[in-house]
């Protein structure tokens, strides 16, 4: 394409400068130590921007406390302050419209990076001339307990969440797949994560994270890259080199009610935005509502508690405001939802 051939001409040759952007709300303590994962990289970055969603001046004056640390390794460290809307998609395009690298890398404010993942990923971007967004690998995207391989098994059958050996993929019921720990070698995958996901300058000057998508933003990262990955296949990898954790912290979290109510109402959007609307499709899509309601209940049984209870109980609200509001969901009018997370 002709994208992809001038891309790759004017980065021949040409040394790679990062630009790392990362959206926080309210994480001193698990931002701190991602700074610190960062500033420890083998290949260091030309600049750090973290655009803050917090309620409170804590993260600035982190970022002041850092700034001299980070400019005698000679990165810039910039804060910006979201001045529009409480939202992971909105922070994350204004962090693309202040940074200058080549390569612009989002992070979680709660991961931690293995020292050598930037060099790790620029290694991707030289090998694989077309390649456009690279990610690490996650090496705890996956628990080992009984409950957790109960969940995946029937993930598998129901086309929900699941470890699929050396695939990173959406599948048609709109959920992702990700590689099980047993990958060895770069692959091709269809959508990157957004707690580390990189992509060349040029094509954020095209494609944008969904501002539709507010507060957490649930699966912004999975709609962004898989749109750009029906666009332009073959070029997006995942490498098993670039490591990292992702701690998943609670802090700052939606309640568990709505929370559920976004990944419903979210990923149905996505649905219909992103997926062929043909009945083998649609009927897959209902499928996997009815496996992630038997993922609840089989867990409530295994393990009964009132959270679990709960989590059916939500499940089954959301899945009639789905209902409810579908012609508006497929419209991509989401206002329905959104008001209530002001």
């Known amino acids: 394409m002709d994208f992809m051939n001038s891309h790759v001409n004017m980065q021949e040759g040409k040394k790679m ?12 303590e698990e931002l701190k130590e991602a700074l610190e994962s960062i500033i ?6 030309k600049e750090v921007l973290i655009v803050d969603d917090s309620e409170h001046d804590e993260i600035q004056n982190l970022v ?22 409480r939202s992971s998609a909105i ?16 992070i979680d404010d709660d991961v931690i990076l293995d020292r050598e993942y930037i060099m790790n990923i620029l ?12 990610q690490g690998y996650i090496i705890n995207a996956f628990s080992e307990d009984m409950i957790s391989k109960i969940r995946y098994a029937i993930g598998r059958i129901f086309f929900l969440w699941y470890p699929e050996n050396d695939k990173c993929r959406v599948q048609p019921s709109a959920e992702p797949t990700y590689p099980s720990s047993s990958l060895k070698r770069t692959i091709e995958c269809q959508w990157l994560a957004g707690s580390n ?8 000057q095209i494609f ?14 999975v709609d962004l890259s898989y749109r750009i990955y029906k666009k332009i296949p073959n070029s997006l990898y995942i490498t098993p080199y670039a490591k990292l954790i992702h701690k998943g912290s609670k802090t700052a979290r939606l309640p568990k009610k709505q929370l559920i109510l976004m990944q419903r109402v979210y990923i149905s959007y996505f649905f219909y ?39 059916v109980k939500y499940l089954i609200e959301s899945y009639i405001m789905t209902l409810k509001h579908i012609k508006e969901i497929k419209e991509g009018n989401l206002k329905f939802f959104n008001k209530s997370l002001k």
């Open 40 to 45: 420890a990289q083998t290949k260091l970055p």
């Open 208 to 221: 944008k994270f969904d501002e539709n998508l507010k507060r957490y933003s649930w699966r912004e990262d």
């Open 91 to 106: 922070a994350r395009n204004i962090g693309i419209e202040h940074s200058t690298g080549d390569i612009v890398l989002f």
């Open 17 to 28: 400068e990062v630009s790392i952007i990362i959206p926080t709300y309210n994480r001193t």
């Open 64 to 85: 002041k406390q850092k700034k001299n640390e980070f400019e005698f390794k000679g990165i810039t460290l910039k804060y910006i302050r979201n001045e529009k809307e």
């Open 123 to 134: 290694r991707v971007y030289k090998e694989k001339h077309g390649a456009i967004g690279v």
């Open 273 to 311: 935005k992103n997926i062929d609307q043909c009945l083998k499709n649609k009927l897959i899509f209902l499928l996997s509502m009815i496996g992630e309601l038997i993922i609840q209940i089989t867990m409530s049984i295994i393990k009964p508690s009132k959270p679990h209870l709960l989590r």
């Open 197 to 204: 996901c990189s992509f060349k300058r040029e094509i954020l």
